[in-house]
């Protein structure tokens, strides 16, 4: 399996403020990279597809980068919506989950 | 829609059967999965199945003790689970696969349902 470490493993952050999370693949995984948030109670919701593609209905203020090893999402002027823990997750082979990003709002 | 049922709470070695049922999209044209989280913990990929059931993937530990099957009649996903152990606790999410070839990102997901292992 294809290990995934996503730092930092908790932020905390403002209202408007930018913030990166990122993930780290153990092998080279091209651009198969898809990043999801999870809200407490909730399933989770698909943001990014493909490193960089955001999926239907996902705000703007998403976007992700990255290709071969290392990949970051990135939130521009943070919502308080945007509470949540974020998850990167690999498709090149098998599937496998990064550990996931808490993210607070201040 | 997806919805699965079928968890509960069952003995070390015993088996479950999750189930769900899909609806308001073309079943028999997704991959399928089962994703499952640790209780306060995350994601772990357990299993996909392709539309027609040609192919079934499995995550190691699961593997051998686990069975992802379909019935695209009745719109329905299922995961036998046998030789069930304390470390297969979580809630398991049914999810479907993002409709683009070879993504790998699951678009829609269930709620979940609750599988606790314990003597």
């Known amino acids: 399996d294809i290990q995934m470490t996503q730092s930092p493993s908790s932020l905390s952050a403002s209202v408007g403020d930018t913030i990166n999370i990122t993930c780290r693949a153990r092998?080279?995984?091209?651009?198969?990279l898809n990043w999801y948030q999870q809200r407490p109670g909730e399933a989770p919701r698909l943001l990014i597809y493909t490193s960089s593609i955001l999926h239907n209905g996902v705000p703007s203020r998403f976007a992700g980068s990255g290709s071969g090893t290392d990949f970051t999402l990135t939130i521009s002027g943070l919502q308080p919506d945007d509470s949540a823990t974020y998850y990167c997750q690999q498709s090149s082979r098998a599937r496998t989950f990064g550990q996931g990003t808490k993210v607070e709002i201040k | 829609q997806l919805v699965e049922s079928g968890g509960g709470l069952v003995k070390p070695w015993g088996s479950l059967r999750l189930s769900c049922a899909a609806s308001?999209?073309?079943?028999?044209?997704?991959?399928m999965n089962w994703v499952r989280q640790l209780p306060g913990k995350g994601l772990e990929w357990v299993s996909s199945?392709?539309?027609?059931?040609?192919?079934?993937y499995y995550v190691n530990s699961v593997r051998g003790r686990f069975t992802i099957s379909r019935d695209n009649a009745r719109n329905s996903l299922y995961l036998q689970m046998d030789s069930l152990r304390v470390e297969d606790t979580a809630t398991y999410f049914c999810?479907?696969?993002?409709?683009?070839?070879?993504?790998?990102?699951?678009?829609?997901w269930g709620q979940g349902t609750v599988v606790t292992v314990s003597s």
């Open positions: 308001g999209f073309a079943f028999n044209t997704y991959t």
């Open positions: 199945i392709s539309s027609r059931s040609s192919y079934t």
């Open positions: 999810a479907r696969d993002l409709p683009l070839g070879g993504v790998g990102a699951f678009d829609f």
């Open positions: 092998e080279s995984i091209s651009n198969s």
